[in-house]
């Protein structure tokens, strides 16, 4: 029977295509490159984690002045920094390279954001002393910074590496990236050029795109950062006028009879029971917001970290030992 030999071998033929189709196949996936500039220095792990500490003395030893006010101005500067350099970077992008700055920058700016107009919103010591306006102006710049990361996020894009370029074989048989390849890229000594990097800092390599922490990734929490701080200029301001309102308010009670008189226009409400009803809203809406923003920046400060160590963002950075030297 001649039809049996032919559907068999039909048969065969497309279960070895389903199986095909199944198994993972290195080789029909793509390799992605970018052409970079490594980490630098001025985002290296010690610098980090002299911020990680600035912060937690920050809240820990708020009741501390001289505690408070040594580690309030390093917590304060290093994110203030990180985002004019996220400014600069925006505005000096260079096209076919990536600065992995932009992930320092934004890993201090995140942070530096939810961390820090958060503890002077509830905190009373921070807020009621002169220093809340350089806070709001502080937390305006770092919204620019976050804006101009968000948009420099936006722009990269990687590059697929040939087929049959030496990383993509190595990386298709053993999973690794050969980081002597270009696959194909113009990128070394004779350009691109930037003129943040010159100098002993113009170091540029071919690596295989981050992916603890991907563009895509980088730029919706970039985006997302934004959100918190606009909210915070915000609260801080109407709190602000608040503060301000409470002031005159308890002058023209004095003169009138104190804050147990009826609102006019109420059910016999006081401004005294309005004042307590409002201040247990804000400490119910407190026991939201403080869990939510330390989960969120936890797990900034955990992904950011893992991102740092890994192998693509790791290469060819400043080691904590040889901070300062020439390469």
């Known amino acids: 029977m001649p039809a049996i030999p032919a559907t068999a071998g ?19 996936a793509t390799l992605e490159v970018v052409c970079a ?11 980090r984690v002299l911020y990680y500490a600035s912060i937690a003395a920050c809240i820990v030893a708020r009741k501390q002045d001289w505690i408070r006010n040594a580690c309030l101005a ?11 350099h996220g400014i600069v970077l925006a505005s000096l992008h260079r096209s076919g390279a990536v600065d992995m700055d932009v992930y320092g920058a ?14 002077v919103f509830e905190s009373t010591t921070y807020f009621m002393s002169t220093g809340r306006n350089i806070i709001f102006l502080w937390t305006i710049l770092l919204l620019a910074g976050l804006v101009g990361l968000t948009v420099e996020f936006l722009r990269l894009s990687p590059t697929s590496c040939p087929p049959d370029d030496p990383a993509s074989l ?9 980081y002597n390849s270009t696959c194909g890229m113009t990128c070394d000594a004779s350009g691109p050029f930037s003129p943040l990097r010159q100098g002993a800092a113009n170091n540029i390599y071919v690596i295989p795109t981050p992916h603890v922490l991907t563009f895509n990734a980088a730029t919706l929490l970039a985006a997302a950062c934004c959100i918190p701080a606009i909210l915070c200029l915000v609260s801080t301001w109407i709190k602000v006028l608040e503060s301000n309102w409470e002031i005159f308010a308890r002058k023209r009670q004095s003169s009138d009879g104190g804050d147990e008189q009826p609102i006019s226009g109420t059910n016999g409400a006081t401004p ?8 247990t809203v804000r400490a119910w809406l407190g026991c939201l917001e403080i869990p939510i923003i330390t ?32 390469p």
Do not use: H
């Open 10 to 28: 039909l048969l065969d033929s497309i279960v070895q295509r389903s199986l095909d189709g199944a198994l993972p196949n290195a080789t029909n």
């Open 37 to 47: 500039w490594p980490v630098s220095g001025q985002y290296g792990p010690g610098t």
């Open 295 to 326: 989960a969120a920046v936890l797990a900034i400060m955990i992904k950011g970290e893992m991102n740092f160590f890994s192998g693509p963002v790791e290469y060819q950075t400043e080691p904590i030992q040889s901070i300062g030297e020439s």
């Open 106 to 119: 934004f890993q201090l700016c995140a942070i530096g954001v939810l961390t820090a107009p958060l503890t």
């Open 170 to 178: 190595f990386w298709a048989t053993s999973g690794m990236f050969y």
């Open 272 to 279: 005294k029971q309005m004042s307590d009803i409002a201040k």
């Open 74 to 84: 390093a917590a304060l500067l290093f994110p203030a920094v990180a985002a004019l």
